[in-house]
Structures are given as structure tokens and as C-alpha cells.
């Protein structure tokens, strides 16, 4: 900035700016909409960073654009610390999300209501459901816990409730992974949340 220079072709700098930003755009848009259609928070994220880069351009092409049209040589260095200090910023915001989004995170109260009503609905048969737990990693919601039935049941018995509870929750919530241990009545140790 204290030695700024003479812009040299800006109207094809201009253009070159335009048409990437147009580029960037449309890219960005599909990528938002394909990762909302998928349930992929990467592809999302990753359309939205496109989208502050957009942004940005806009903004340095009106600075190229006020730099010509007034003669004022310090736009140009300005505008290219602006972007530097929004790539920074950019940076750390796509670090944070990215750390948070790899430590798996307990589904929201409402869901968590959510799987405990579907599995007090649809558990028929069996006398306890307890240690429930859920995770969400990405588009999929893991659900673990066990389930109490009478020690004589057969297995093909106790694996039919589990079917059942299995396609309910597949059902009810959305990219549901379902895993349920079984138990014999008397074996169960009463620790965790009773569903039943
Ligand atoms: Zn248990
Ligand atoms: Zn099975």
C-alpha cells in the first residue's frame, strides 16, 4: 500500500474476475442443493465457503472497477488485504466446523423423545428397553440399547421384536442405524434410562 502501483489491462482483469465468479456461483449452488438432497453436511459446507469467495470477488471487482474509474492506486492493495484477512477468517471458521463435525454429538432432546416414544410403541412382548444411546456422525444417526425380554422367549421371537423396532426407528428417523442388544429378564442390570 505505500507503494501502489499503476493497474495494468483491468478490463480483462475484470472479466477473468467475472467469469470465475460466475463459475464459482453456479458450483456452489449445485453443490448446496446436492448436499441438502444427500444429508451431506461436507457438501453443504463446502458450498458455502464457495459462496464467501463469491462474495469476495464481488467485492474486489467493484474495488478493480472504483480503482480505474477514479485513479486512486490504493483500492488495489486495499482490496487484496480484505481478501486476505476473509481467507484468514474463512480458515478458521471451515477448522472449527470441521472439528466439531468429527466428535460425534448426542442427537437433539426432541429426536432423543422421538426414538424413546417409537420404541415404547413398538417394542410389544418385550418388558424393559434401557442404556439407550445415540450419536449423530454426518448424515447418520447411530441408535444403541437393550432390550429386555422373558428368559424362555425364543430367538426367533426376540429377534421379530427387533426387527420391528428396527424398522420403526429405520422408519421414523431420518438415516436411523439401529443396533439392540438382547437381554433375559433377571440378567438385566437396571442402570441408564427404562423406556418401557
Ligand atoms: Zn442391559
Ligand atoms: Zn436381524
Do not use: Y
Amino acid at each position: 500500500m505505500q507503494h501502489p502501483r499503476e493497474l495494468k489491462e483491468p478490463a480483462a482483469g475484470i472479466a477473468i474476475s467475472a467469469i470465475a465468479t460466475a463459475l464459482n456461483l453456479a458450483w456452489a449452488l449445485f453443490l448446496i442443493t446436492f448436499g441438502r438432497r444427500r444429508r451431506s453436511p461436507a457438501l453443504v459446507a463446502d458450498g458455502w465457503h464457495l459462496i464467501t469467495d463469491v462474495a469476495t470477488s464481488v467485492g474486489v471487482l467493484i474495488g478493480i472497477w472504483l480503482a480505474t474509474l477514479t485513479g486512486w492506486k490504493v483500492l488495489d492493495p486495499a482490496m487484496a488485504a480484505v481478501v486476505a484477512i476473509n481467507i484468514l477468517w474463512a480458515g478458521w471458521r471451515l477448522t472449527r466446523e470441521s472439528v466439531s463435525s468429527l466428535m460425534d454429538e448426542a442427537v437433539a432432546s426432541d429426536v432423543s423423545r422421538n426414538i424413546r416414544k417409537i420404541i415404547a410403541a413398538n417394542a410389544d412382548g418385550a418388558l424393559e428397553a434401557h442404556d439407550l444411546r445415540t450419536r449423530s456422525a454426518g448424515r447418520v444417526t447411530f441408535i444403541e440399547f437393550h432390550l429386555v425380554v422373558p428368559g424362555a422367549m425364543s430367538v426367533v421371537d426376540a429377534h421379530r421384536i427387533c426387527d420391528r423396532l428396527e424398522a420403526a426407528l429405520t422408519d421414523g428417523i431420518d438415516g436411523a442405524e439401529v443396533l439392540i442388544h438382547v437381554e433375559p429378564e433377571g440378567e438385566a442390570r437396571h442402570k441408564g434410562v427404562v423406556v418401557l
